[in-house]
């Protein structure tokens, strides 16, 4: 299993983001994420890191459909694409009901559909076929022309198990956000492996985004983590994915539900023996990369999330 690192900030330039790419670079960390920026593109922002001279292979999860069409998503990635020449994974997302509501003035009827009809496009499009699509919510007649680079990785954010099987008809990455490593494994990863086989192709593998903190003294790690994740931890599709899994974030106070946050190993924290003995559970689960997110203690100081992950990249093994 590999280790990649979650960039914890909302840029406002490049500087601020130089440092957490340096350190994936000059590391055992395998590639950076950024979740969808709407202080900064991520696209945008990947391609100045590389122009810096920071370049690393990226990941995009997930970027947020209602906000970019497909032609435009695809351009997007052909650019990050050629002008960084680093590999990349894009993934994408509905977004939350709420959030689509928003932007669209209604939420999509079908999420399922939104979804497999934009990574068909998007796919299309990257491979340089031409398209001609009339769908429920995404059509296209077009043609990108095909660039000598490597293609993306197209992820699907996947929470549930009828998002986790369109991901493994569709999709080259199932990209979880908190899932605990026994949903992955039990729910999650037969539904991903049922729908390939299915539509006769490989099983996409799994990307695990996962907020981490370290105890050390001065600095309550459980709080961090609650912090870091509430934003999430509050929204409808987040609760109902925990609530099948067993852990309860609706009732109780704040402490008792990072209490079982940690417990259910959705939240890593504690001493770096405890943080390993969570990486190897959701190897066992069948996590192929996964994004440590210190979004929590970068909260308190960038500087400290730097220092956290260089520590559990270097001193952690997920075997």
């Given at each position: 299993?590999?280790?990649?690192?979650?960039?914890?900030?909302?840029?406002?330039?490049v500087?601020?983001?130089?440092?957490f790419?340096?350190?994936?670079?000059?590391?055992?960390?395998?590639?950076?994420?950024?979740?969808?920026?709407?202080l900064?593109?991520?696209?945008?922002?990947?391609?100045?890191?590389?122009?810096?001279?920071?370049?690393?292979?990226?990941?995009?999860?997930?970027?947020?459909?209602?906000?970019?069409?497909?032609?435009?998503?695809?351009?997007?990635?052909?650019?990050?694409?050629?002008?960084?020449?680093?590999?990349?994974?894009?993934?994408?997302?509905?977004?939350?009901?709420?959030?689509?509501?928003?932007?669209?003035q209604?939420?999509?009827?079908?999420?399922l559909?939104?979804?497999?009809?934009?990574?068909?496009?998007?796919?299309?499009?990257?491979?340089?076929?031409?398209?001609?699509?009339?769908?429920?919510?995404?059509?296209?007649?077009?043609?990108l022309?095909?660039?000598?680079?490597?293609?993306?990785?197209?992820?699907?954010?996947?929470?549930?198990?009828?998002?986790?099987?369109?991901?493994g008809?569709?999709?080259?990455?199932?990209?979880?956000?908190?899932?605990?490593?026994?949903?992955?494994?039990?729910?999650?990863?037969?539904?991903?492996?049922?729908?390939?086989?299915?539509?006769?192709?490989?099983?996409?593998?799994?990307?695990?985004?996962?907020?981490?903190?370290?105890?050390?003294?001065?600095?309550?790690?459980?709080?961090?983590?609650?912090?870091?994740?509430?934003?999430?931890?509050?929204?409808?599709?987040?609760?109902?994915?925990?609530?099948?899994?067993?852990?309860?974030?609706?009732?109780?106070?704040?402490?008792?539900?990072?209490?079982?946050?940690?417990?259910?190993?959705?939240?890593?924290?504690?001493?770096?023996?405890?943080?390993?003995?969570?990486?190897?559970s959701?190897?066992?689960?069948?996590?192929?990369?996964?994004?440590?997110?210190?979004?929590?203690?970068?909260?308190?100081?960038?500087?400290?999330?730097?220092?956290?992950?260089?520590?559990?990249?270097?001193?952690?093994?997920?075997?």
């Amino acid at each position: 299993m590999k280790l990649s690192v979650l960039l914890p900030v909302m840029p406002l330039d490049v500087r601020a983001a130089m440092p957490f790419a340096a350190m994936v670079k000059h590391s055992p960390g395998h590639s950076l994420w950024q979740g969808q920026g709407l202080l900064l593109d991520s696209y945008q922002l990947f391609t100045a890191l590389s122009a810096a001279g920071v370049g690393v292979p990226m990941g995009s999860g997930v970027a947020l459909i209602p906000l970019r069409s497909p032609l435009e998503a695809a351009v997007q990635i052909n650019s990050v694409m050629a002008l960084s020449k680093q590999p990349m994974v894009a993934g994408f997302g509905p977004g939350a009901k709420s959030f689509q509501a928003s932007v669209m003035q209604r939420p999509y009827s079908s999420p399922l559909t939104a979804m497999r009809e934009y990574l068909g496009i998007v796919r299309e499009l990257l491979t340089g076929r031409p398209v001609s699509r009339d769908g429920q919510y995404f059509s296209l007649h077009a043609q990108l022309p095909p660039l000598h680079t490597n293609i993306a990785e197209l992820g699907l954010g996947v929470l549930r198990p009828r998002m986790a099987a369109l991901a493994g008809e569709v999709a080259d990455v199932a990209i979880t956000w908190m899932c605990p490593p026994s949903y992955i494994s039990t729910i999650l990863q037969p539904a991903l492996q049922a729908a390939a086989e299915s539509a006769g192709r490989p099983s996409p593998r799994i990307v695990s985004v996962v907020p981490v903190a370290r105890e050390v003294p001065g600095r309550e790690h459980a709080k961090l983590l609650w912090e870091g994740s509430q934003v999430h931890l509050g929204a409808p599709h987040y609760q109902d994915m925990l609530a099948r899994a067993g852990i309860d974030v609706t009732t109780g106070t704040p402490s008792e539900s990072t209490g079982r946050l940690l417990a259910g190993e959705v939240f890593l924290g504690g001493s770096l023996d405890r943080i390993g003995e969570g990486l190897q559970s959701y190897k066992a689960a069948g996590v192929d990369e996964l994004v440590l997110n210190t979004t929590g203690v970068a909260s308190v100081s960038a500087d400290a999330a730097l220092e956290e992950l260089a520590t559990i990249l270097t001193e952690v093994s997920p075997g």
